[in-house]
């Protein structure tokens, strides 16, 4: 299922949503320049690696880029894997995004983003800090505007399509049971994993399920905290 738009409108421009997009565009951008060995170079040193944050706080705090290696948690979640990788990110944030930066403005909802896609790499690291391969994406940061959007919205509609074979059907699902669902998936494979690292999760170098699940949990936490259910306009930053 892939959401295509909710039923929400936003009152305000949403500049930070369009500059995060902004931003890990580019930075794809430039990935595709890099050569294998280059792009795998890069990872290693601006993506989490379980490992080396395990380390470094042990002694070993700078990374290969002169940088602490705690700032691994932010510029990681600018990177990603392949086309598929960001195109689904950039959707999500496209959709749930603007309404939840509508609810906090536009500082808040910065700090906030960051704030859920460090907690989501924090919660994956705790899972498997001794791992080395690199966990990067911004699928943590949206998992947690995800979790604030259902806690916000749960009573709006999404608008979804839904692959049947070669046929292709849109449907309006609650954003309950939508995003109720993701979460709920995710929380299973983060389990999954757990038995079967092998094949599951980063040991594998496949999906960070654990970052999805923390990240949704922490953005349902945070959201309220930094004004999700403020009715005062004029209270808000932007």
């Not at 949403?14 to 565009?25: D, E, K, M, S």
């Not at 907690?119 to 994956?124: G, I, K, S, T, V």
């Not at 259902?150 to 699902?173: E, H, M, Y």
């Not at 690292?197 to 594998?204: D, F, P, R, T």
Request: proline share 5%; hydrophobic share 50%; charged share 10%.
């Amino acid at each position: 299922m892939f959401p295509l738009s909710d039923d929400n409108p936003t009152r305000i421009t949403p500049y930070v949503t369009y500059g995060l997009i902004a931003v890990n565009v580019l930075v794809f951008l430039y990935e595709l320049t890099l050569t294998p060995e280059q792009l795998e170079s890069f990872f290693y040193t601006w993506a989490v690696v379980p490992r080396q944050l395990t380390e470094s706080f042990s002694g070993a705090p700078v990374n290969a880029g002169g940088f602490p290696e705690w700032s691994t948690l932010i510029t990681s979640q600018f990177l990603h894997g392949g086309f598929l990788h960001i195109i689904g990110n950039m959707l999500f944030l496209w959709i749930f995004g603007n309404n939840v930066e509508d609810q906090l403005g536009h500082v808040k909802f910065l700090i906030f983003y960051l704030g859920c896609g460090m907690l989501a790499a924090l919660a994956q690291w705790f899972f498997s800090s001794g791992s080395a391969v690199p966990s990067l994406g911004a699928s943590g940061a949206i998992a947690g505007v995800m979790g604030a959007y259902i806690l916000r919205f749960p009573k709006a509609s999404i608008l979804t399509l839904v692959p049947l074979g070669f046929f292709f059907w849109t449907f309006r699902i609650p954003a309950v049971f939508y995003l109720g669902i993701w979460f709920f998936q995710q929380a299973l494979y983060g389990i999954a994993s757990l038995q079967a690292k092998a094949n599951i999760g980063m040991e594998g170098g496949g999906v960070a399920y654990w970052a999805h699940a923390g990240g949704f949990v922490f953005g349902a936490i945070l959201g309220p905290l930094l004004g999700l259910f403020s009715n005062d306009s004029k209270a808000r930053s932007y």
